[in-house]
């Protein structure tokens, strides 16, 4: 395999935590199997085609912090054939304060659950409020090839092959702060590759981040 589309599909134990969550301001703890990683990622990519008219090729811009809902999304756009980039976007996804001029603009509330905004945000699409109405199971019929690109980032542009081959498989448990796109995707590829997972520790002191990481027997990055 050289394409991204089905980086969960490799899984060993997809019944196993693969995405963790912690945002220790509010306490929240979110933990997603390969099984529920692979629904939301599934619900996801049909929202993106039934909904937004998303096809092989589509520019998104992806304006999230580390999140467990960021990985879905990243899983989603390369199930899409569509390609992470900054600048020249069909679609726009945002999180609070929702910046965005974009023609198509896609709202997170990041609360907990994946909850929706309290007040649809006038000019976006609320995704929490659409998504789960939206098929289990995807297929697509244009999936990407291994030369379609997958990045555009800073000037720098990465097709699937690439990106899975420079990325190589890490098969342990590890813990990521808020850090920037591409080194999120790099991690959510070698830990698919690698049978590992992934534990997302936001807004943590040292010492808060340094408990998470022996709670959940985690590698530091």
């Given at each position: 395999m050289t394409t991204l589309d089905g980086l969960l599909q490799g899984l060993a134990d997809p019944a196993q935590p693969f995405l963790t969550y912690y945002d220790a301001a509010t306490?929240?703890?979110?933990?997603l199997s390969g099984v529920t990683t692979a629904n939301w990622v599934a619900k996801t990519s049909n929202f993106l085609?039934?909904?937004?008219?998303?096809?092989?090729g589509t520019r998104i811009r992806l304006d999230l912090p580390t999140h467990w809902e960021s990985f879905v999304w990243i899983l989603s756009a390369w199930s899409v054939g569509a390609v992470l980039t900054d600048h020249r976007?069909?679609?726009?996804?945002?999180s609070p304060p929702l910046a965005a001029d974009e023609e198509t603009r896609v709202a997170l509330s990041l609360k907990p659950l994946g909850m929706r905004f309290d007040n649809p945000p006038e000019g976006f699409v609320d995704y929490n409020a659409?998504?789960?109405?939206?098929?289990?199971h995807f297929q697509s019929f244009d999936p990407p090839t291994p030369e379609t690109p997958a990045l555009?980032?800073?000037?720098?542009?990465?097709?699937?092959?690439e990106l899975f081959e420079s990325c190589?498989?890490?098969?342990k448990r590890v813990l990521l702060e808020p850090g920037p796109l591409v080194r999120d995707c790099a991690a959510l590829i070698a830990a698919s590759r690698g049978n590992g997972s992934l534990v997302v520790a936001a807004n943590a002191t040292?010492?808060?981040?340094?408990?998470?990481?022996v709670d959940e027997r985690a590698a530091l990055s």
């Open positions: 306490g929240e703890r979110v933990e085609i039934d909904g937004l008219d998303a096809e092989n976007a069909d679609i726009a996804v945002v659409e998504v789960l109405g939206h098929g289990d555009d980032l800073d000037g720098h542009t990465e097709t699937h092959r190589g498989p890490k098969p040292s010492a808060q981040r340094d408990k998470i990481a």
